[in-house]
């Protein structure tokens, strides 16, 4: 039996991962989660800078998200030892007394178009998805949403063209451009003409635009980010997933978090009032794609989409994040 090409994603592949939005974690908030199997804790400090950890704690393994936020460090709940994330691999004594005070190996983070983002502790850490291309740009975040869906459907969404008619009541124009990008993304420019009886979101676009909207999607790992050009505005769009399963679940009980962040650029008139209208016509158009991807069960290998195919030999390419179960 021939292997689908699905198969050869990784569940997750090495990279920056998006956890939260900047504005939902408040100085001395702790937040949660897990990075393939990886547990993590992230806060904020007095001060409002962002720290990230291991989730236990060195001394007897206490869940680190009931600490308590001191100035910059974690105070445990169990015996009130004070944790201080720092970059230098730590060296721990070998008897921990209570209330000591202790330097734990910190967790790459960064804020980045208003999204947290995480990258497990590594020898090489990659640039942030999308670098450079935040600082010209007002930010909206939004989510996070869960979806059922597998994250790899959602991404092969974002590039297929062939479901941008039957769901989105656009037609492709002309042939899709594709670039590998030096810092291990893929790139794929298009066009498309906005079609009759799309609903109120496809006629605002067809005012807007003229009926040509052009775009570019670029992919890195499991974030995509849409640049468009309607009419005479222009909006960028980030579209970050992060699994929540363990890599051998079947794919149509897998479920994902989906985080996003819509910007204009600076100088845009009314740009308040533009950067809430891109908000709610992107959002608009994601929700179209969460309903069709919803418990679906990902196969590539009767597909003829080339977006589809090239965004699937690009996952192919990408390193395996190790699993801790």
Request: hydrophobic share 40%; net charge positive.
């Amino acid at each position: 039996m021939t292997q689908d090409p699905a198969d050869n994603w990784k569940h997750w592949p090495q990279g920056w991962y998006a956890v939260a939005r900047a504005d939902a974690l408040r100085p001395g908030q702790i937040h949660s989660g897990h990075l393939a199997g990886q547990p993590w804790v992230l806060y904020r400090g007095h001060s409002g800078t962002l720290h990230a950890t291991d989730a236990f704690c060195p001394h007897m393994g206490a869940h680190l998200h009931n600490a308590q936020v001191c100035g910059e460090a974690l105070v445990c709940g169990l015996h009130a030892c004070h944790l201080l994330p720092q970059t230098a691999a730590p060296t721990l004594p070998e008897h921990i007394k209570a209330g000591c005070r202790l330097a734990v190996r910190a967790w790459p983070s960064a804020e980045h178009f208003g999204l947290i983002w995480l990258h497990p502790p590594a020898d090489s850490i990659p640039p942030l998805p999308f670098a450079g291309s935040d600082g010209c740009h007002h930010w909206l975040a939004a989510g996070p949403q869960a979806v059922a869906a597998d994250w790899r459907a959602m991404i092969c969404n974002g590039f297929d063209l062939e479901h941008m008619k039957a769901v989105h009541q656009r037609q492709v124009e002309g042939e899709p451009l594709f670039e590998r990008l030096p810092e291990n993304g893929l790139r794929m420019t298009y066009r498309t003409r906005v079609l009759p009886h799309g609903g109120l979101s496809s006629w605002l676009m067809q005012r807007l635009s003229g009926g040509i909207i052009h775009l570019v999607h670029t992919c890195v790992g499991s974030s995509i980010m849409v640049q468009s050009r309607v009419g005479r505005f222009r909006t960028s769009a980030v579209f970050a997933l992060l699994p929540q399963d363990a890599p051998g679940t079947r794919p149509e009980q897998r479920r994902s978090v989906a985080l996003a962040a819509i910007g204009i650029p600076h100088g845009a008139r009314w740009s308040t009032l533009q950067l809430r209208l891109a908000r709610a016509l992107y959002l608009a158009f994601l929700r179209k794609d969460f309903r069709v991807v919803e418990g679906m069960r990902l196969q590539l290998q009767h597909t003829a989409d080339v977006g589809v195919q090239a965004v699937a030999a690009y996952q192919h390419t990408l390193a395996d994040m190790e699993h801790r179960s």
